[in-house]
């Protein structure tokens, strides 16, 4: 097994059972015994037995593989078996790759088909967020410390924008992918038409591989898993996101618990964030068919055949595995259940520190050094890490500071809307953009 079934969507799952594997290369095999007849290869009558009679049987595939140990001759005589006699016309001047290759090519793209219709979904859902809490202020966060405010709809639209140039990365790894080889033993053409490769690339709506030497370059492969590697990263990032959110001491966002369910079989009162850890996990498991991948892209000469058994597992368990990250991600960012109470108590919690470098910059306007600006700024804000008090309250009282900011001009640096006066713009850019 490739995949889990825990984590496999039927309409995703569905792409690379046998059943739709061996359909898709029958459509390939008919498409092109319909070009070689068209210009005169094969007998019409021959063309339209095999477009009429072609089918499979997997169970006769697996018995005639156990004795021929080859998967497409496999194949190839099961679907002649339906055929009868001009079934012998099926296949003709083809090599494996030629079936193998052009159906890969169309079962990932109909894979990619199904993801970016996942990222829409998420998109939606980032926007709404996004929307909702665009000016709901929060506490930014550089290393994990407390820096500045922001909002939680920036945040949001954060991973909104990243998102939408992740669907134009997929759409582009969809078009690279999206191309037939129908060329013949080492793709010189010299036993199949070119017309053949030029019907069924435009029958099966694909676009012509302008050089394929028995198999389609892997650089394309390598492009397209490496792509869903990047997009599960991003999910495993707004992932991590929500796990720290909603860990017990920041409390600003949680994943939404539903009635009766559990959240530790020790502890009663656990609310875990299990879907984005879940989520985390996936992500590890997307990325690992970067590698092989990568490694695909070496082969010898015009062929050899060490890509095809990873193929067979990096190309469901990553479509697969993406496609279920992308909805579970969706559920999440839908039903994600935000407290802005909380996060003003912990903007709050700071007691003012988090404008320090407002307070810093002004007093720079003003004629300060900006050395000197940052010891007087800082010799009031270990005062408030030492508990003394609240930031504006020291600064008030130190003579210094006081001797080039007036009290309207401290109340102004310390206003939580004016820092944020420039947010929303920057959510409707993203947005727009």
């Known amino acids: 097994m490739t995949h889990h079934p825990r984590y496999t969507r039927e309409e995703m799952g569905r792409i690379w059972q046998d059943e739709n594997r061996f359909q898709t290369m029958v459509n390939v095999e008919v498409a092109a015994a319909e070009a070689m007849a068209e210009i005169g290869i094969i007998p019409k009558e021959a063309a339209r037995d095999i477009s009429e009679k072609a089918g499979f049987d997997i169970q006769r595939i697996e018995e005639i593989d156990a004795e021929?140990?080859?998967?497409?001759?496999?194949?190839?005589?099961?679907?002649?078996?339906?055929?009868?006699?001009?079934?012998?016309?099926?296949?003709?001047?083809?090599?494996?790759?030629?079936?193998?290759?052009?159906?890969?090519?169309?079962?990932?793209?109909?894979?990619?088909?199904?993801?970016?219709?996942?990222?829409?979904?998420?998109?939606?859902?980032?926007?709404?967020?996004?929307?909702?809490?665009?000016?709901?202020?929060?506490?930014?966060?550089?290393?994990?410390?407390?820096?500045?405010?922001?909002?939680?709809?920036?945040?949001?639209?954060?991973h909104?924008?990243?998102?939408?140039?992740?669907?134009?990365?997929?759409?582009?790894?969809?078009?690279?992918?999206?191309?037939?080889?129908?060329?013949?033993?080492?793709?010189?053409?010299?036993t199949v038409d070119p017309r053949v490769e030029a019907y069924v690339a435009d029958k099966l709506g694909l676009t012509v591989e302008p050089v394929s030497t028995q198999i389609i370059a892997r650089d394309r492969?390598?492009?397209?898993?490496?792509?869903?590697?990047?997009?599960?990263?991003?999910?495993?990032?707004?992932?991590?996101?929500?796990?720290?959110?909603?860990?017990?001491?920041?409390?600003?966002a949680a994943e939404f618990f539903h009635a009766g369910q559990k959240g530790s079989s020790a502890m009663p009162h656990k609310r875990n964030p299990i879907l984005s850890e879940n989520l985390t996990g996936l992500a590890r498991v997307i990325r690992?068919?970067?590698?092989?991948?990568?490694?695909?892209?070496?082969?010898?000469?015009?062929?050899?055949?060490?890509?095809?058994?990873?193929?067979?597992?990096?190309?469901?368990?990553?479509?697969?595995?993406?496609?279920?990250?992308?909805v579970r991600m969706t559920g999440i960012i839908k039903n994600l259940l935000?407290?802005?109470?909380r996060m003003q108590e912990n903007l709050d919690i700071l007691?003012?520190?988090?404008?320090?470098?407002?307070?810093?910059?002004?007093?720079?306007?003003?004629?300060?050094?900006?050395?000197?600006?940052?010891?007087?700024v800082q010799r009031n804000a270990m005062k408030v890490w030492d508990g003394e008090g609240a930031f504006i309250d020291m600064l008030r009282a130190d003579d210094e500071v006081m001797g080039y900011i007036d009290a309207d001009e401290l109340k102004q640096i310390f206003n939580q809307e004016h820092v944020l006066r420039n947010v929303s713009q920057i959510v409707d850019r993203a947005i727009a953009g």
């Open 351 to 376: 007691q003012g520190l988090v404008f320090s470098q407002s307070v810093l910059l002004k007093l720079t306007q003003v004629g300060v050094a900006r050395e000197d600006a940052y010891r007087i």
């Open 221 to 252: 492969h390598a492009m397209y898993f490496a792509t869903l590697a990047v997009i599960a990263s991003s999910i495993e990032n707004l992932a991590t996101e929500i796990r720290h959110l909603q860990r017990t001491e920041v409390r600003e």
């Open 68 to 158: 021929v140990r080859h998967d497409t001759i496999a194949f190839l005589t099961s679907v002649a078996e339906h055929i009868g006699p001009n079934g012998r016309y099926l296949h003709q001047g083809m090599t494996s790759s030629d079936a193998l290759d052009t159906s890969l090519s169309i079962m990932l793209r109909d894979a990619a088909d199904i993801m970016l219709k996942g990222i829409d979904g998420l998109m939606d859902a980032l926007k709404e967020k996004a929307e909702t809490y665009k000016m709901t202020p929060c506490i930014g966060r550089s290393h994990g410390i407390h820096a500045e405010p922001t909002s939680f709809g920036l945040k949001m639209a954060g």
């Open 338 to 341: 935000v407290y802005p109470e």
């Open 288 to 326: 690992s068919s970067i590698l092989p991948a990568l490694e695909n892209m070496t082969l010898w000469h015009e062929r050899d055949m060490s890509h095809s058994s990873v193929e067979r597992f990096i190309a469901p368990q990553a479509t697969i595995t993406l496609d279920f990250a992308l």
């Open 160 to 190: 909104y924008a990243v998102f939408k140039r992740h669907r134009r990365r997929l759409e582009q790894a969809r078009d690279d992918i999206a191309t037939c080889a129908i060329s013949g033993a080492v793709g010189t053409f010299a």
